[in-house]
């Protein structure tokens, strides 16, 4: 699977490529087969993406069998002291970072070597070597509970290279001599402790170092990493690459440093002040008696300044200085109105004292940043660190504190994995940490449910397994705008679960834990790539519902919320309806509700929101449950069905002319796009007929013009006017989308069409199961069952590698060989919508709702019923059941 997200495909529901577009054929033919390693022949030039820590290869073998399909590796030549861990220990958290493999390995089967030696494409032999994909993982730990950091580490063998090590690593006794990079304080104070434990070096690693190269990587590899803070209000910020330095970095610890960076490795410490974090925590603490600074912080959010802070209207009788451009709320004078009044510091109360003192260190704080932004001319300011620890009051003062001194020119900003800056640093000084090359488009952010924050503040390591995560779900309590999240027990003799503490969220308030739940686990995907033919990749956004909206993002919680119980249904049908699998339902349920919940709570939780990601969530969490394909029978069942009525369809269409023939295919693409479990409309329609019977009525209402009609463009491209026939596309990509009717009944004819007109087809389809959406794995299938009823998809099927056998008998065949070939590849997707940034589209979820604006630089057809009433209002001034015919020539 992960092979296959590189195929750089076009993005529309049904798109057609022109002669422009050969050269992506290659990767596309090959995607099939592709595994995670390239090893090329001798002399052959070959980009190995850096995106992981690199292993020793050097006489690596196979162990066992060669053709078994996961087959275990020895790396004789590997040292076990290269590590996928680092930490920051600081003086009151552990932050730490791991890296793990992916599990996923690339399938080469039988068919896909045939594919390759029918077009004579070889890259060598290849292996399946998991190891370039993997996970960076990012957890917190109390520093006063650093035994159950050091638990946690033992139990995955962390600085043993993982529990799955021995997969990789020879037999060999372990290297006592292995280390682990580490920055922070702690890396001195608990080296010892350390050896002693787990038998490995702390390796230390300068704190100012790791801070730079932690900001430089994330700002590089993350997309939508920074963002601002006003008043309450996050707005994600994309940074182009190649203007992000210099900027400035802000570093709020106990003290505060200033540091210009101009580039990877390059910086300068030029500013800095003594008043910090620590000056806030420590005053905070003696004149409000706080035992934590979560404490002090909370206590801000209740605080009014103006009983302790001088105002300009005290001193101005109420008004404003016009003349200086101060308004009466500026503050004058920090804790200067307890001068005039007699009263003693029980007098006061400690909410007050906690924000007057959060403002005038914010405040000043940012005065300096300006400054000296101002000073090297430099136009980002990044402030990061111990003292802001996502809680949003600080980071308004900070925001406030900037734009007022720059008169709006700059803007704070902040980044979201900010508190792990030391800890990705260290990771990266690994000297084969991999990491340098590493694009925005391979990474790909998750939130399962017990990592490593889940509805409150976690210190703790995330929950792995699935039954321990099922337990704690069953103990989940959401009340209304309230969640909380139970206390874990540890059996005795274990190392615990890190020290949950019970949350209380309420959406009106702005919370010192706002940003718990901001850090999910980072997919690194070396093999995905940007679609190269996007017109402007910059530019693109593929989600085209606003949920920054609370209208829109009220309405879209509540359809998902709506569907959900029907959806658990399915997934525990699918798993036989086992008590097992009810468990499951459950616990899925209540984890799909509880990120829901959080996210309407606080829509930028999870990073810049769109209603594909909130669909990719959904999905992620079913398999997060071990729900693979909760959809699996009524697929099978309305595949069936389709392919029984296919054959008497073709008929229809041959006998049809030509121009007929293609208005009725397009109508058949409309009209069995309305087979769509993810739609309410649509899944009450199934309770009133057969599919057949859905997709006559459907046929029989296709009435032009339909709401966006663009067919007319569309048909002189394909057939041309008058006497003048145009050029044939050289290849079209079909981005299929339900099972059964729509990719039987619609899509396939289709591809026939293409297929007749001399036009290569290609089919993509979903890596991974989502609700009825068919995956790449099944259409061979269901192409080797149409396929026995037309001679055009048989042979192309054949041509294509996706009848195995009958290509065997026929590849000498000049006449089957003059066929052009119909493929399928995967788009390494797992969701019903589409991100052209990270993947590859006909369907409301691939065209509507999103990639309905995205521009391309070949032609594009977009095809679609609008199956829900407020899109087709939104997006096409319409109703539900309206059609979408748009075309767009290359941009």
């Known amino acids: 699977m992960a092979g296959l997200k590189e195929v750089p495909i076009l993005g529309s529901d049904d798109t057609i490529e022109t002669q422009e577009e050969a050269q992506i054929i290659d990767k596309v033919r090959d995607a099939g087969g592709q595994s995670d390693i390239d090893m090329a022949p001798a002399g052959s030039s070959i980009h190995r993406s850096g995106s992981r820590p690199q292993l020793d290869l050097s006489k ?150 790791c801070l730079v190269a932690g900001a ?137 004292i906690s924000l007057s003192l959060l403002r005038m260190i914010s405040y000043n704080i940012g005065q300096i940043a300006y400054l000296n932004a101002l000073r090297f001319g430099l136009k980002r300011i990044f402030f990061g660190g111990f003292f802001i620890r996502g809680h949003a009051y600080t980071m308004d003062t900070i925001s406030f504190a900037v734009n007022f001194w720059s008169k709006g020119e700059m803007q704070a900003m902040f980044l979201r994995h900010e508190g792990f800056l030391g800890a990705l640093g260290a990771f990266m000084s690994y000297e084969k940490h991999g990491l340098d090359d590493l694009m925005v488009h391979q990474l790909v952010e998750r939130f399962p449910m017990g990592a490593p924050y889940t509805g409150g503040k976690i210190h703790g390591p995330p929950l792995g397994d699935l039954n321990e995560k099922i337990s704690w779900m069953e103990k989940f309590v959401l009340k209304g705008t309230e969640i909380t999240a139970p206390v874990p027990m540890a059996p005795p003799g274990t190392t615990g679960l890190g020290g949950f503490e019970v949350p209380s969220s309420k959406g009106s308030t702005l919370r010192s834990d706002a940003s718990a739940l901001n850090i999910g686990v980072l997919h690194l995907v070396p093999t995905l790539e940007v679609f190269p033919l996007l017109a402007d990749p910059k530019m693109y956004e593929p989600n085209t519902i606003d949920l920054s909206d609370h209208n829109e993002l009220e309405y879209w919680f509540t359809v998902l919320s709506e569907h959900l119980p029907d959806l658990v249904d399915k997934a525990v049908a699918s798993e036989g309806g086992t008590d097992d699998a009810k468990r499951r339902g459950d616990a899925f349920a209540r984890a799909f509700s509880a990120h829901l919940a959080r996210l309407m709570e606080e829509p930028a939780a999870y990073g810049k929101l769109g209603l594909a990601n909130l669909l990719e969530l959904r999905e992620e969490c079913l398999r997060e449950f071990n729900f693979v394909d909760a959809y699996r029978s009524i697929k099978q069942r309305e595949n069936e069905a389709s392919l029984a009525v296919l054959p008497d369809l073709l008929v229809e269409l041959d006998s049809m002319t030509e121009e007929t023939r293609l208005l009725t295919l397009i109508e058949g693409v409309l009209a069995a796009n309305i087979f769509d479990w993810g739609s309410r409309a649509c899944v009450d329609l199934y309770h009133k007929g057969t599919i057949i019977e859905i997709y006559r009525m459907s046929r029989n209402k296709m009435q032009r013009p339909w709401r966006v009609d663009d067919f007319d463009v569309f048909k002189e491209r394909m057939l041309g006017s008058g ?118 589209l006909e369907g409301m979820g691939r065209s509507l709702h999103t990639n309905y604006n995205a521009r391309f630089k070949c032609d594009a057809l977009k095809l679609a019923m609008v199956k829900n009433q407020r899109l087709a209002e939104k997006l096409i001034k319409g109703k539900i059941y309206d059609c979408v015919c748009r075309y767009e020539p290359a941009s």
């Not at 950091?149 to 006794?173: A, E, T, Y």
């Not at 802070?309 to 101005?316: K, N």
């Not at 591809?751 to 099944?778: F, I, K, Q, W, Y």
Request: hydrophobic letters at 40%; proline letters at 3%; aromatic letters at 6%.
């Open 60 to 209: 690596a073998a196979i162990q066992g069998n060669f053709e078994d399909r996961d087959p275990t590796i020895l790396l004789p030549n590997q040292s076990d002291d290269i590590s996928h861990l680092a930490l920051d220990i600081g003086g009151s958290l552990i932050k730490l970072i791991y890296f793990s493999r992916h599990e996923d390995r690339s399938i080469d089967d039988k068919r896909n070597k045939i594919v390759k030696e029918r077009f004579g494409i070889s890259n060598g032999s290849r292996i399946s070597y998991p190891v370039l994909g993997g996970r960076l993982h990012f957890v917190k730990f109390e520093t006063s509970k650093i035994n159950e950091c050091l638990d946690f580490i033992s139990s995955k063998q962390l600085h043993r290279g993982g529990i799955d090590s021995h997969v990789w690593l020879s037999k060999n006794p372990a290297n006592s001599s292995a280390v682990i990079k580490a920055t922070g304080g702690g890396a001195y104070k608990f080296a010892d402790l350390f050896k002693e434990r787990l038998g490995v070096c702390l390796d230390k690693e300068d704190e100012m170092d």
């Open 723 to 840: 006497d003048k026939r145009p050029r044939p596309h050289k290849r079209a990509l079909l981005f299929v989308d339900n099972s059964g009717a729509d990719v039987v009944l619609g899509m396939l004819p289709l591809a026939r069409e293409l297929l007749r007109r001399g036009t290569e087809v290609v089919l993509v389809a979903n890596s991974l199961p989502a609700l009825n959406d068919v995956t790449a794995m099944e259409l061979p299938a269901i192409i080797a069952e149409a396929a026995k009823h037309c001679d055009i998809l048989r042979r192309a099927a054949e041509v294509g590698g996706l009848i195995v056998d009958a290509m065997i008998n026929t590849l000498d065949n000049s006449k089957e060989n003059s066929s052009v070939p119909l493929m399928v590849v995967e788009n390494g997707c797992g969701s019903p919508c589409i991100d052209l940034r990270q993947i590859i």
């Open 216 to 352: 430089n990587f994330l700002l590089k590899a993350i997309r939508h990493e920074a963002f601002t803070h006003i008043e309450g209000h996050k707005e994600f910020t994309q940074i182009d690459l190649n203007d992000l330095f210099p900027y400035l970095l802000v570093n709020i610890g106990s003290g505060v440093s200033v540091i210009k960076v101009d580039g990877d490795g390059k910086f300068e410490r030029v500013s800095g002040t003594n008043v910090g974090g620590g000056t806030y925590w420590g005053l905070g603490r003696l004149l409000t008696k706080c035992k934590s600074f979560d404490e002090l912080l909370e206590l801000s959010q209740r605080g009014d300044n103006r009983t302790i802070d001088m105002l300009v209207g005290d001193i101005y009788g109420g008004t404003d200085y016009n003349k200086i451009g101060l308004s009466a709320s500026t503050i004058a004078s920090s804790f200067g109105k307890t001068i005039a009044e007699k009263k003693e510091l029980e007098d006061y109360r400690p909410e007050d």
